[in-house]
């Protein structure tokens, strides 16, 4: 990072971590640190600014028909003991396009708890289109007891004709997360969410979505790949309704190593003879052919596990 924005080492690499950054960007940005504002900058047609109401957090104003654009708001924390709930508000002009990298990493030195709640609504205006991706991480010194805690809360609101992409990533160190995303869909909205999930140790992760779909030939597809290692567990909850004639789609599948545990629950309800709705969860452990295969290939057992493990996740 710059030496004039005095980023310490940690902080660039969890900002590295959770947002590939190397430098401050170029576009507009807001750089949230142990509960402050840490840095910001505006862009040409992205007006960031404080909660209008008091609340800590900001909101991102993006001006209509605005295209190509790029938004990162990334939240770090360094201090133990810290529990930061932040809430950012999201207004995307009709006929904007948009994507938006967000994310926390935790870097926990102490025996306390460090947690942030992250809630993000997005008001997604008519025939508009949002990219957001969203990546946690969390980090103890090797003499610290204390727990990572992530719990990220995600609203879409999508307009007629507008399309979403989000894409939800933790893969390493965070010992206790719930993820709540809702969405509502007006007609011929499309909402796509990819979910990546990894937990080892002792971690526990709960994923809850509940999407409704109300505008005629609305779309969701919803993905989750997770792993689950050593005593770790795991639970997946979505809901997707259809109000209307619309299409949904709900994928999980699941590897299971060790002890984890893994429970999906995938639901649909249809309120419509015209909804079209399919659910499938899959959970299992590694095929052993798969890492004979890459054994043959000159990789240790270790090593081919870890590029199965990395494949799937990808």
Request: hydrophobic share 35%; proline share 3%.
């Amino acid at each position: 990072m710059p030496k004039q924005a005095a980023f310490e080492e940690i902080d660039a690499g969890l900002l590295e971590a959770i947002a590939d950054l190397h430098a401050l960007p170029t576009n507009a940005y807001n750089i949230r640190k142990d509960g402050e504002m840490m840095v910001r900058n505006q862009g040409a047609n992205i007006d960031i600014v404080a909660q209008s109401d008091g609340k800590p957090g900001i909101e991102i104003h993006v001006k209509e028909g605005a295209k190509n654009e790029v938004c990162h708001i990334p939240v770090i924390i360094t201090k133990t003991g810290l529990t930061d709930v932040v809430y950012n508000d999201f207004y995307i002009g009709d006929d904007a396009d948009i994507t938006i990298i967000a994310g926390c990493g935790i870097h926990n030195s102490g025996n306390e708890r460090s947690q942030h709640d992250g809630i993000h609504t997005f008001h997604i205006g008519k025939n508009a289109h949002c990219k957001y991706i969203e990546k946690h991480y969390g980090e103890t010194d090797p003499d610290a007891s204390g727990e990572v805690v992530l719990n990220p809360q995600s609203v879409f609101y999508l307009s007629e004709g507008a399309s979403c992409e989000a894409e939800m990533v933790q893969l390493r160190g965070v010992d206790s997360t719930i993820r709540d995303t809702d969405a509502e869909l007006a007609e011929n909205a499309k909402l796509v969410i990819e979910e990546r999930l990894l937990t080892q140790g002792n971690q526990k992760a709960t994923s809850n979505l509940k999407i409704t779909m109300n505008g005629k030939n609305s779309r969701v597809e919803v993905i989750s790949r997770t792993v689950a290692q050593d005593n770790s567990s795991q639970s997946f909850v979505p809901l997707v309704t259809g109000n209307c004639k619309c299409r949904g789609h709900v994928q999980c599948d699941s590897i299971i190593m060790d002890n984890g545990r893994v429970k999906a629950v995938p639901a649909i309800e249809a309120a419509s003879p015209d909804a079209t709705l399919l659910h499938e969860a899959a959970i299992g452990k590694i095929a052993g052919e798969q890492i004979i295969k890459l054994m043959t290939l000159g990789l240790t057992e270790e090593e081919a596990e870890k590029q199965i493990l990395d494949d799937f996740l990808s």
